[in-house]
């Protein structure tokens, strides 16, 4: 089994920065891609960005240009990093991590989920 555990929530004015990180822990052999979701009360989780073990990544649009995933596969951690951040970014936001090796694929095929990290911000 995978662990993944969510750090840096919080609350920032629009048009801040914020960084979350995602530490992984348990049978870290296993994962291959790893990325961010976020979801918000009565909406389905989305995907924010994902990143491959080779570092091939891809964003939600909404987040393009403002938001930067990263991953250190020595450490097992992923992170994203959000700036010029939206009252529409409000939401809870999850790590997840799975075997396969593409970061695009639908949600119901990512095995690893966090147990995600409140971000709220205010206008």
């Known amino acids: 089994q995978v662990q993944l555990v969510e750090s840096g929530r919080g609350l920032v004015e629009a048009g801040g920065s914020l960084s979350l990180s995602c530490a992984a822990s348990?049978?870290?052999?296993?994962?291959?891609?790893m990325g961010w979701y976020r979801q918000v009360p009565g909406k389905q989780r989305e995907l924010v960005a994902g990143i491959t073990r080779g570092g091939s990544i891809n964003y939600a649009d909404s987040v393009k240009g403002r938001f930067t995933i990263s991953r250190d596969n020595a450490k097992n951690t992923v992170s994203l990093q959000m700036n010029s951040l939206k009252p529409e970014d409000t939401a809870v936001y999850y790590c997840a991590a799975r075997r396969g090796s593409s970061a695009i694929v639908s949600m119901t095929l990512w095995d690893y989920w966090g147990q995600g990290t409140q971000v709220t911000v205010s206008s």
């Open positions: 348990g049978s870290i052999f296993s994962i291959n891609a």
